[in-house]
């Protein structure tokens, strides 16, 4: 019978050791609410990763001849370390989470409507003084402290609206 | 003369002569019989520094080329006939005596898996190791042969022919198929077309033989099994899907997206995937989003390179969980 009772007691340790363990194992994913994916990029020289969300966008075809974002767009970059992939040398994954800034295109007047065919270079949409910048997770990719300067919003936000969207099939 | 003891049968006469005579007769005549190790001319050997050769020739000769050098154990029966069953096999797989009659990128993909096997320890495989120490690979070694893959696909900055076939494609922004494909295998696009508006699990990018950056993302089902890390095994219904992108490269380190290259994606469906524990696999390349796999057959070839991920219920890019990190080790 003490028999029975130990080997009882030690199944239900085992077991239960296991499910804390799977219980305390946990990843964040990031809630990009509703937001799809606009384009993805990666340096080396960082050893970052990052995703770029938007929350609309307008049909890509044509889209050389029209304003790149619809006016009052939001982008949400969202910025991971790089990690090694422990299963395959050659390939990085994303690690931890290192910031998530948004871009929000200002409402203007005078914006062109889409379809409605404008110059690229007077597109408005890639003037990043038309772009509200701010911080809303960790620190700036570009200063490394978590208030950057106006000169490396501007650049940044530049940097980042002047990336193309990636290709959905 | 001999006197034979009718109680003590003598030496000839005993039952552990009759059986070692036989044994022995047995031993010799197996000798003239069954698989031999062959060492065909080579013809087109791998070309590469002595360094890597050499290191190779130490470690992978035997039995991945058609200079397995000789021993007792290669040349004396039962042993040998093992010994030329596994070098059969093994050249059979990749053999560096022809290696330069395969395509470049055959040989890149070939190099690149095996410094994957031998970082992971399948190869060189454990028993041979016991038997050969000199096999053994010291880190300096494995360094060198990273050094020799990532030498293979040296990256091209600022391709402008790339850049221009990602600007085609996204003008030209072709209709998806009206007919959506289904893989021979009868995983059906249909059941991710809306994918976009799914959760993201992680971003990978390959600077290997597949240069390439890919966003994966998981349905409801498989999003909540990442977070929870229930995913030995997955929840039937799991979807996840990982589209790719040729990648364009600039000097300050700089990768971003080019031409979309495919989409391959995972269902767990314990019924119908029985073989390859519930998983079903499939890929669609190119805008037309044509299914790779001429018959179901490819699913337990995508299955077995899987099992390498076999700790993650063998779905090999979720992200680290929270608080783990594995430093970029260039």
């Not at chain 2, 590469?48 to 200079?67: F, M, Q, W």
């Not at chain 2, 390349?285 to 699913?299: C, H, Q, R, W």
Request: charged residues 20%.
């Amino acid at each position: 019978m003490k028999n029975w009772i130990y080997i009882l007691g030690f199944a239900l340790l085992v077991t239960g050791c296991h499910k804390r363990e799977r219980a305390l194992v946990k990843r964040s994913l990031l809630n990009a609410h509703g937001k799809i994916v606009y384009t993805v990029f990666a340096n080396r020289a960082d050893k970052t990763m990052s995703i770029v969300y938007i929350d609309k966008m307008h049909p890509l075809r044509g889209a050389e001849a029209e304003p790149k974002f619809v006016s009052g767009a939001v982008l949400e970059v969202v910025t991971y370390a790089q990690n090694d992939n422990k299963y395959w040398y050659g390939s990085y994954l994303n690690g931890p989470l290192r910031s998530v800034e948004q871009l929000t295109l200002k409402k203007l007047d005078s914006f062109p409507r889409i379809g409605v065919t404008a110059k690229k270079a007077r597109d408005p949409s890639l003037d990043p003084d038309n772009w509200q910048y701010s911080l809303i997770e960790g620190n700036s990719p570009a200063t490394g402290h978590p208030h950057p300067g106006r000169r490396q919003i501007y650049e940044r936000t530049r940097q980042i609206i002047s990336k193309s969207a990636v290709f959905f099939p | 003369m001999w006197h034979f003891n009718k109680e003590k049968p003598g030496l000839f006469r005993s039952n552990i002569f009759r059986i070692t005579a036989a044994l022995s007769s047995l031993f010799i005549l197996i000798q003239f019989i069954g698989p031999r190790v062959t060492r065909p001319v080579v013809t087109h050997p791998l070309v590469a520094s002595p360094e890597v050769t050499g290191i190779l020739k130490r470690a992978c000769y035997d039995c991945h080329s058609n200079e397995t050098r000789k021993n007792l154990w290669t040349e004396l029966a039962p042993f040998s006939w093992v010994i030329a069953e596994d070098v059969q096999e093994a050249r059979s797989r990749f053999d560096f005596s022809t290696f330069d009659t395969l395509s470049k990128a055959q040989q890149q993909g070939f190099i690149w898996e095996m410094v994957n096997m031998v970082l992971d320890e399948k190869m060189p495989l454990p028993g041979y190791s016991k038997v050969h120490p000199e096999s053994g690979l010291t880190s300096r070694d494995i360094s060198v042969l990273k050094a020799y893959a990532v030498s293979l696909n040296p990256a091209v900055y600022h391709d402008s022919l790339a850049i221009l076939d990602a600007r085609r494609q996204r003008a030209a922004d072709k209709e998806r198929p009206v007919d959506l494909p289904v893989s021979a295998n009868g995983v059906a696009y249909s059941s991710i077309k809306d994918y976009q508006h799914w959760q993201v699990i992680s971003t990978t990018n390959r600077f290997d033989n597949n240069r390439s950056i890919r966003v994966i993302y998981g349905n409801d089902i498989a999003a909540e099994a990442v977070r929870t890390n229930h995913i030995k095994p997955w929840p039937e219904g799991s979807i996840i899907v990982k589209v790719v992108w040729d990648i364009i490269e600039e000097k300050n380190g700089d990768i971003l997206p080019g031409r979309f290259n495919n989409v391959q994606m995972m269902i767990k469906d314990s019924h119908q995937f029985k073989q390859s524990e519930g998983w079903g696999f499939a890929k669609f390349t190119g805008e037309g989003l044509v299914p790779y796999g001429k018959d179901a057959s490819f699913n337990a070839a995508c299955f077995n390179c899987h099992k390498a991920a076999s700790e993650y219920g063998y779905v090999f890019n979720i992200p680290l969980p929270d608080g783990e990190n594995m430093a970029v080790n260039h």
